[in-house]
């Protein structure tokens, strides 16, 4: 089985509609993090968690909220989704150690209509 | 914050030549580069890094190099092959808290995007 796993790995919703994006892992990780991907300007940081109790802002975090349900799950919501959020939403578990090997899921595709 | 830029945004060579792709940081807190590859259909995944304690590091065919003087990073891709080709993404980030706002967070550079021909 993989190690962080996304679900939806698709979807296709309408604008104005609330939407939930949901990461699990099974490594043990403290650390998750919320990215998205467009072309042509990488991986941006939306929100990351240091730990259960630890909920941060990335670069790009309006329009966008987190819950760190526990160690292991982080999901990611859009509230009134717009169609300039879709995009490549990537979720990522690090170690939380000096240096910061992230390990990445598989990725979901989200359309705003 | 911090700002990570990478160049080319594409690149394209034959198998057996080599590949360099570039990367620019801003944030002199920062003292690890990773340099990630992302397959078709999958999430990045780390292919080799470097600490700033370290000017070069290899692995096989793979090498990076670190000025950090200049605050700028390379990827080396010797003797390529078909299957090297993906998009390749550098990053920065601090692993100690200095007071700058990269401190155990990635900043992404745009991403490569490398063909290698048969």
């Known amino acids: 089985d993989a190690d962080v796993t996304q679900t939806p790995r698709n979807r296709i919703t309408k604008t104005g509609k609330r939407i939930m994006l949901e990461c699990s892992q099974t490594k043990g990780h403290d650390r998750m993090y919320w990215y998205r991907q467009d072309p042509g300007l990488g991986l941006r940081l939306i929100y990351y968690s240091f730990d259960v109790k630890d909920i941060n802002k990335g670069e790009i975090s309006d329009g966008y909220s987190v819950s760190r349900q526990a160690q292991a799950k982080f999901s990611l919501s859009l509230e009134s989704a717009i169609p300039n959020q879709t995009a490549l939403y990537f979720c990522?578990?690090?170690?939380?150690?000096?240096?910061?090997?992230?390990?990445f899921g598989p990725g979901t595709r989200l359309t705003v209509l | 914050g911090e700002n990570v830029e990478q160049h080319p945004s594409t690149l394209s060579v034959q198998e057996g030549d080599s590949a360099v792709i570039k990367c620019t940081y801003s944030?002199?807190?920062?003292?690890?580069f990773p340099w990630y590859k992302q397959e078709l259909g999958k999430g990045p995944q780390l292919i080799i890094d470097i600490r700033s304690n370290v000017g070069e590091k290899k692995d096989q065919r793979i090498a990076v190099t670190l000025n950090k003087t200049a605050k700028h990073f390379s990827l080396h891709i010797t003797e390529t092959q078909p299957e090297d080709s993906a998009v390749y993404f550098c990053a920065a980030s601090a692993t100690h808290n200095a007071g700058g706002t990269s401190y155990g967070k990635l900043t992404f550079g745009q991403g490569t995007i490398l063909t290698v021909h048969p």
């Open positions: 944030d002199s807190a920062s003292n690890y």
């Open positions: 990522a578990t690090s170690v939380g150690t000096i240096y910061n090997e992230q390990f």
